[in-house]
Every structure is written in structure tokens, then in C-alpha cells.
């Protein structure tokens, strides 16, 4: 039973370029959420989404960053016009349902932008 | 808004010692609190879920506390080894929504040989 699965897991990008990190989730796992870390920072929080669906954005920056669950395929955090403050580890989790359950963290997926 | 502290920010202990870290949250009002271990250039790895309805939680040589009322966990190592040295990271869920977690910035444990 495969973890939550993150990729790719090193990325470079340069300045004004787009950036694309997928998951996909655990197994059976409909909720999706996703989390930066900045060098030298905690974990905050971005976006949580089901199926289809962005249940709370809260944490997400209002410009240049947009998140997607299809029915089909895995999510994906989309970067636009990447910046240098950009660069960091962006972590999806997964959990069966929508509280009360074990969160679980893929790999993460470090992004460099130069 | 809802703070997580942890302390130490860094520990080194020799192996075999029993040793505790320590997190504390501001607002008590929390659904659950996960423990997770994460190593240098690596994902989380989850350690023990304690829901806001119970005390503690034990997995092998861990242990974790829940004190919700003062707003303190603590996760109790024993026995420690080599293979410990990694950084933990609390993070509460609070309750009315099922999204966020809110991290601690970790602490830092060394075990040396």
C-alpha cells in the first residue's frame, strides 16, 4: 500500500517560470492538503481540498499559486511567475476523511527557484 | 490564533538515555494532536495521534501525554538510540474545521553513540 506519493522531488526553476508539484494521495484517501516549509521555518499550512472541491484555501498566498483535485489524477500546487521567496518544501498529506483521522505526508517536493 | 511551542529547540543525548520534549499550544480548544518525526531532506513520518478525549498514547518505546486543559503534550522517548536522531514536530488540530494542522518548529534531538 503506497504512501502518499509526491513529484518530483527536486525542482528548479527559474525566476518568472512556472512550477507544477503533484500528488497523489494514499490509497482510498479523498482529502488532500498541502504545506510549505520555509528553510528554517515551521510547517504552515496552504490549501485543503476533496475531490473536485478547495474546502479551505486560508493559507494559500492570493496570487500566483492555484491548487486542483480532479476526479481523475492527482492533485497538483501550480506556481506561477516563481519568485526566489518561492523556494522551499512543499509537503501533500492525505487522510481517510475529514477529521479525527492520522494525517499522512508524502516525501515533499523541494523547490529551488535561481 | 492558535501557537504551538516547542522546547528544546535542540537536544544531544548519549544513547540508551530516556529523555522527554515538549509542546505547548495556546488555545485549548483542539480536536487532536499528532506527533511526527521528520528526518533532513525527508517527509513527515506520523509517530502517535492523541485525540483531544484522551491522555496519552504509547507505540514501542514512545509514549505521548495530552494535558489539553493547560495546553501541554509531551512525547517520552525511552531507551534512546542512534537511530532516533531526527527532528519531532507537534501539531494540533483544532476543533471546527478538519483542515489545519498548526506545527510546532520542532526540536532537534542528536543521540550519540
Known amino acids: 500500500n503506497a504512501g502518499v506519493m509526491q513529484n518530483p522531488r527536486h525542482l528548479v526553476r527559474r525566476r518568472g517560470q512556472e512550477a507544477r508539484l503533484r500528488c497523489s494521495p494514499m490509497k482510498g484517501h479523498s482529502h488532500v492538503y498541502w504545506y510549505r516549509q520555509l528553510p528554517e521555518e515551521g510547517l504552515k499550512f496552504m490549501v485543503y481540498l476533496q475531490k473536485e472541491n478547495i474546502i479551505d484555501e486560508s493559507g494559500m498566498p492570493k496570487e500566483r499559486f492555484s491548487a486542483e483535485f480532479p476526479k481523475e489524477g492527482p492533485s497538483i500546487l501550480r506556481i506561477q511567475q516563481v519568485v526566489r521567496g518561492d523556494s522551499a518544501a512543499y509537503f501533500c498529506?492525505?487522510?481517510?476523511?475529514?477529521?479525527?483521522?492520522?494525517?499522512?505526508f508524502g516525501e515533499g517536493s523541494w523547490l529551488t527557484v535561481v | 490564533k492558535q501557537e504551538v511551542t516547542q522546547i528544546p529547540a535542540a537536544l544531544s543525548v548519549p544513547e540508551g538515555e530516556n529523555l522527554v520534549l515538549n509542546c505547548s499550544f495556546t488555545?485549548?480548544?483542539?480536536?487532536?494532536l499528532q506527533w511526527f518525526r521528520q528526518d533532513p531532506g525527508k517527509g513527515l513520518t506520523s509517530l502517535l495521534l492523541?485525540?483531544?478525549?484522551?491522555r496519552e498514547q504509547t507505540s514501542g518505546r514512545l509514549n505521548a501525554s495530552l494535558d489539553k486543559s493547560s495546553g501541554r503534550s509531551t512525547l517520552y522517548i525511552a531507551a534512546s538510540q542512534p537511530g532516533d536522531s531526527a527532528t519531532y514536530l507537534c501539531a494540533v488540530r483544532p476543533t471546527g474545521t478538519a483542515s489545519k494542522l498548526t506545527f510546532g518548529t520542532g526540536t532537534r534531538l542528536q543521540v550519540t553513540l
Open positions: 498529506a492525505s487522510s481517510l476523511t475529514g477529521s479525527g483521522n492520522t494525517i499522512y
Open positions: 492523541i485525540q483531544s478525549s484522551q
Open positions: 488555545d485549548s480548544a483542539i480536536y487532536n
